[in-house]
């Protein structure tokens, strides 16, 4: 049981917007900023947004993310084949003095 | 740029040590802006980070509660290297695992190519 809630999977035809969320509380992502990770199998894991909004150089601009209060979204926009991947949200908590993972959302793209 | 090589053994047995070791090139362990984790993934649990070690004037260690009792992390500044020891491991411990650099904002983003560790008699 993960300290912050993923869908455990969405889907989304090609060309459609996908939108993931993750929810945590005021020890993790209510104090502190959120990066999201993509994970393809067999290869290590890519961030792909940090700091709730901000996407590294490289990263398409279909990526985008969010945060309100406790919970934050990535968005994914013009759904491609190759985004089809484990998605994790990520943030340090102050109670447990510990970075937390989210459950993971595995996206299909159909 | 930063690489990190991951090296150790694929199996072990339960109840034993799981040790795992991270070179790093392109950067050094006693970095003041770097953090050093490891983080593992299985299908059950998804990415699961256990700790991490970084050097702020001396060495810090922070670890994942699940994990707190039987872990640890060291550096090794002689050879720009992390070390990764589980003891005590089940078939539960079984799975992928990483080490990673830690960057400003908290970011993970230079990753090891993953060990596939598999705790089996």
Do not use: M
């Amino acid at each position: 049981q993960s300290v912050l809630t993923q869908p455990p999977s969405t889907s989304g035809a090609p060309g459609q917007t996908v939108t993931i969320s993750c929810s945590g509380s005021s020890s993790n992502i209510g104090s502190n900023t959120v990066n999201w990770y993509q994970h393809l199998p067999g290869t290590a894991p890519k961030l792909l947004i940090y700091s709730n909004n901000q996407r590294p150089s490289g990263v398409p601009d279909r990526f985008s993310g969010s945060k309100s209060g406790t919970s934050v979204s990535l968005a994914i926009s013009g759904l491609q084949s190759e985004d089809e991947a484990d998605y994790y949200c990520a943030v340090w908590d102050d109670s447990l003095n510990g970075r937390v993972f989210g459950g993971g959302t595995k996206l299909t793209v159909l | 740029q930063v690489q990190l090589h991951q090296s150790g053994p694929g199996l072990v047995r339960p109840s034993q040590t799981l040790s795992l070791t991270c070179a790093i090139s392109g950067d050094s362990v006693s970095s003041n802006t770097a953090a050093w984790n490891w983080i593992r993934q299985s299908p059950s649990r998804g990415l699961e980070w256990l700790g991490r070690t970084y050097y702020r004037s001396k060495w810090f260690n922070n670890y994942a509660l699940s994990v707190k009792s039987r872990i640890s992390i060291n550096p090794d500044t002689s050879t720009n290297q992390i070390s990764l020891q589980l003891n005590s491991v089940t078939p539960e411990d079984t799975a992928v695992y990483y080490c990673a650099r830690e960057g400003s904002r908290e970011t993970l983003g230079n990753w090891g190519q993953g060990t596939l560790v598999t705790v089996s008699s």
